[in-house]
């Protein structure tokens, strides 16, 4: 079985003891680990997998937080660097009634943006691996330029590659910018997974079936449409499949794509996926890959915090049951 690599932010969410009031009004936090590769390697590891993440934190309290907390998790930490030219991340959420979130980020810059490419070793990386990437570090900063070393390298030893744009506005310069960034890596990509509430933004196509074919270029070979509690589609090359959801009790939506991500990620690296099986392995297996995603993605929202709230690979296949 292959291993993931995840590359980008690391932070601390700090989630509410309130719902349903503006983040201005909330006056008690919890602390949590967050950030979406690291989320989605959390879930790897804790479905069983090896999984690794590539980023820098700040010698301060809060990178010792996270450190701790990802190696409890089963992440390997030897990837992650450490400076004292900028501080560990942090992200305040608010939460409204039905666990959906608004953020306030502290990062100018964080300790994340500051990975030099010098700090990739192109090394790392084999065949049957897979790189996971977002777009919230490909913001202007050395850490876009580690980005794409990792991508290169990942790709040229026989990786392949998966993007999640997890498009969050209030980090970029502007929307434009955002959007331009996101649709330069999408090629790069082998696997694309996409929020329905993205899809418009991030391809500026408001029909939904033209805007997902729009997404196949350079090397994409699958896309993958999320939904919330209504599943999710995968998207290869003339052919659909789709999944329901579960409904269960929600308490905060944060990390849940990211648990759909890694399950989604996890069984291709179980089933042995490579850059010249995977779209067959997507196609052979899509109903026990998106139903196990979708059943990841559901019980993640029934916690607090993303990687505190993600199951375990028995609680996924009960509720698959």
Known sequence: ????????????????????????DVDSFTRVPGGAPANVAAAVAKFGGTASLITKVGQDAFGDFLLE???????????????????????????????????SFYRNPSADLLLEASEVNAGWFGPGDVLHFGSVDLVDSPMKKAHVKAIIAAKTN???????????????????????????????????KVADDELEFITGIA???????????????????????????????????????YSVKVEDTTGAGDAFTGAFLYQLLKLGAGQDNVETLLKDHHGEILAFANASGALATTGKGAISSLPTKDEVLELMK
């Open 69 to 103: 907390r990802l190696a409890e998790a089963g992440v390997k930490t030897d990837k992650i660097a450490r400076t004292k030219e900028a501080n560990t991340g942090l992200a305040f959420v608010s939460l409204r009634e039905d666990g959906e979130r608004d953020f």
């Open 158 to 192: 026989g990786a392949f590659i998966s993007f999640d744009p997890n498009v969050r506005l209030p980090l970029w310069d502007n929307p434009k910018q955002c959007r331009e960034t996101i649709q330069e890596f999408i090629p790069t990509a082998h696997i694309l």
């Open 207 to 245: 029909d939904e079936s033209v805007a997902i074919a729009s997404l196949f270029t350079g090397d994409v070979l699958a896309v993958v449409l999320t939904k919330g509690a209504n599943g999710a589609d995968l998207h290869v090359q003339n052919e659909k499949f789709t999944s329901a959801g």
């Open 1 to 24: 079985m292959g291993n993931l690599f995840s590359i980008g932010e690391i932070l601390i969410d700090f989630i509410p003891h309130q719902k349903g009031i503006a983040l201005k």
